[in-house]
């Protein structure tokens, strides 16, 4: 709920260039704010989503201040002030007077104590309040919350609030969602809540609560979404109005034992969950409903009942005991399924090669950690509309030898070629090595591709460079070196260029290769990366920064041949780091034939290079 | 430039700014007022009033309807707004769509 008025606000400031030039030139300083907060009239006119907008904005840019949260008061409908560790009673005792306030989020401001929620009790208009991890706030701060029966939406998890606090929430009665998450909830507290007929979203992470507790949620008609994940609970009550239930890190008997209709599910979390016998404990859940399954880690005798989740579209198998004897069980409900993550499973290229045909909708496949190796890529390659493949730490090399012929290894990623829709793929292994990159060339709805592999030199580079679409390359750990990347020609529409753990290169040569395609973000452990500004994601020195805002987007084009190093621009630097840089230039000719040396001796010649 | 090119903006005290049609559309608002079937008086005459929109901030809304147009054929130059005019031209832009 309050996602969406967050959405409507950025909506404004991204469809209407005027508006956003406004809000920048408004909250440029503080003396810019000055020109502006005595003009009342105006202010009290302004629509709300602008003047939302604008005091979002102030406070990203630290101009925000008490006094001058009253020049909003009579406009500003929603207020997001999470993290804000400034947040205090002053400020409490100003959003007090926000006549039209429905929703304010105070989560993570750990100076709100419980005196200063007394500001805001009797709000009229206030029904979405996240107080959720303000340590300071004990049941004394519940009192004053009760004086707010508009109330809808209240998370206080994480707070001091005890069990006999939460008993004071009864008066709020028109309370649909309460989150409780990680507060001792005992089985009493929850009992004297029972006039909370509204309510549909609870919940009760990490509380007291028991089996008898659990009973007691049967009195909430309108249920629709629990969690008693990390409680002690091991068997609930038929609960008909429930459509999402999350009971993760529980010992689960049974679920909804009792006469009835079987329990709708849509989606069921039981990550870390342990089952005696998961058949029996699902046996009251009308499976062929269940569209999302997650039972990561969760300790599970038999996987008989899959072949009944009948319109399962997303199933989450990581870290539990699933095997390639069990894998038919998946292939039978795989025509809708989605997205399947067998991350950290037993699960080989047979495993995989069972699955291929029966799952034509299957858009991400996730299979790192696993025994898959190159025979496992045919038979991915079969699965029509992959868009994103994890195959990281597998044992995946990227050639078959086929047998007899000792020379010619086929390059296996080829059996990839056929996935059209193709946006992501990760792979990484040991083993994998430059030749075997070149089918990745051809691949040209690819966005994201992650490699991770000791043994790629330069040589992977240039596969690269053809990709029309990628946005996202990470290369890491890989023996690339400084000119090697100095003539790498980036493709036209990389964003993202991550070298972490390419030990070789060197900090000019990322400073220079970074200068040179101003519009990449580069990544790298000699990068420090500027965290201010977060929207555009553009990599970029101090000394450049102004340089950088009338940078037009024609500044793109990239010559194939790039000049190694044009003078004017070592001309701006002093001209010690310049000699460093010339002597760079000689000793990078050198490292080009890095491939004559041995690792221990590359690694010295980094280290040399870093006392330079 | 033919007298069919230009539009005539209106503000609230009663001043006219005569610009080109082009620079008046890039309001999505304006851009309905002009284009919109039947016979509004706006359509016919080519001018639209704006009684809750001064002197002063329409001009720099003007003033940007042509950035806007340089902008967008690839002419970057800064628009430059004072800051005692942010409020109320946000709330025009607002308005207008722009």
Redesign the interface.
């Known amino acids: 709920m309050a996602m969406k008025s967050s959405d409507l606000r950025s909506r404004i400031e991204t469809e209407s260039e005027l508006i956003r030039m406004c809000i920048e030139a408004a909250t440029e300083s503080g003396n810019a704010v000055e020109a502006w907060r005595r003009q009342r009239r105006t202010l009290e006119r302004m629509p709300s989503l602008l003047a939302g907008a604008l005091l979002h904005r102030l406070l990203h840019r630290r101009l925000l201040f008490p006094s001058l949260l009253e020049v909003f008061k009579h406009n500003v409908e929603e207020i997001d002030l999470r993290g804000e560790n400034c947040v205090d009673a002053e400020w409490m005792a100003y959003l007090g007077a926000f006549n039209y306030l429905h929703s304010l989020n105070l989560s993570d401001c750990y100076k709100v104590n419980s005196a200063a929620l007394w500001s805001i009790t009797g709000m009229p208009n206030l029904k979405e309040l996240d107080l959720s991890r303000c340590s300071k706030i004990t049941d004394a701060g519940i009192r004053h919350l009760s004086s707010i029966p508009s109330l809808e939406r209240l998370c206080i998890s994480e707070t001091g609030v005890t069990a006999e606090g939460i008993m004071l929430l009864f008066s709020l009665t028109n309370l649909r969602v309460l989150d409780l998450g990680g507060l001792p909830v005992t089985d009493m507290a929850l009992s004297s809540l029972q006039e909370l007929k509204k309510l549909n979203f609870l919940d009760l992470w990490g509380s007291e609560i028991s089996n008898r507790g659990a009973a007691l949620l049967q009195v909430f008609p309108k249920l629709s979404s629990l969690n008693v994940a990390w409680t002690k609970v091991t068997k609930l009550p038929i609960l008909p109005s429930l459509a999402h239930l999350n009971i993760s890190n529980c010992t689960i008997t049974y679920l909804f034992k009792g006469e009835g209709d079987k329990a709708r599910l849509a989606k069921l979390v039981a990550s870390g969950a342990t089952f005696a016998d998961v058949c029996g404990a699902l046996s009251n859940v009308e499976t062929s409903l269940v569209s999302h399954l997650d039972l990561s880690n969760a300790h599970i005798d038999s996987f008989y009942f899959l072949p009944h989740l009948s319109s399962i579209t997303y199933l989450d198998l990581s870290g539990s005991s699933m095997a390639d004897d069990s894998v038919a069980n998946i292939a039978c409900i795989g025509a809708k399924l989605r997205y399947l993550n067998l991350n950290n499973t037993k699960v080989s290229s047979a495993g995989v090669g069972i699955l291929a045909g029966h799952v034509s909708n299957l858009e991400t496949l996730l299979l790192s950690f696993t025994f898959v190796d190159d025979s496992a890529l045919p038979y991915i390659g079969m699965m029509p509309s992959l868009k994103a493949i994890n195959l990281s730490s597998t044992r995946i090399k990227g050639s078959i030898n086929h047998e007899g012929s000792d020379s010619a290894a086929v390059p296996s990623f080829l059996a990839l070629k056929d996935l059209t829709n193709l946006e992501r793929l990760e792979l990484g292994g040991p083993q994998i090595k430059d030749a075997a990159l070149f089918p990745l060339s051809s691949f040209h709805s690819l966005k994201h591709l992650s490699l991770q592999s000791g043994i790629l030199t330069d040589e992977s580079l240039p596969h690269f460079s053809a990709m029309q679409n990628l946005e996202h390359l990470s290369v890491r750990d890989a023996v690339l070196t400084s000119a090697g990347l100095d003539s790498f020609s980036p493709p036209p529409a990389l964003r993202v260029l991550d070298l972490r753990g390419c030990w070789l290169l060197t900090e000019d040569a990322i400073f220079l290769f970074a200068r040179k395609h101003s519009k990449l973000e580069v990544r790298h452990e000699h990068v420090s990366m500027s965290l201010s500004d977060t929207g555009g994601s553009s990599y970029l020195y101090p000394s450049e920064a102004t340089s950088k805002t009338s940078q037009s987007k024609q500044r793109q084009k990239i010559s194939l041949l790039p000049s190694r190093f044009d003078n004017s621009a070592l001309k701006s630097y002093p001209s010690k780091q310049r000699q460093k840089m010339t002597h760079d230039r000689s000793r990078l000719l050198e490292t080009d034939q890095r491939l004559k040396y041995t690792r221990e001796e590359l690694l010295a010649l980094q280290f040399s290079s870093t006392l330079f | 430039m033919k007298k069919e090119d230009m539009v005539k903006l209106i503000s609230a005290d009663g001043f006219e700014f005569v610009i080109d049609e082009k620079a008046a559309m890039v309001s999505q608002t304006i851009r309905n007022m002009l284009t919109s079937p039947g016979s509004f008086t706006e359509t016919q005459q080519r001018q639209v009033t704006f009684p809750d929109i001064s002197t002063t901030i329409l001009e720099k809304i003007c003033q940007?309807f042509y950035w806007?147009l340089q902008y967008a054929s690839?002419k970057?130059t800064e628009?430059?707004?004072?800051?005692?005019l942010?409020?109320?031209?946000?709330?025009a832009?607002?308005y207008l769509?722009?």
């Open positions: 940007y806007s690839g970057e628009f430059h707004i004072e800051p005692e942010t409020l109320e031209l946000m709330m832009a607002n769509h722009t």
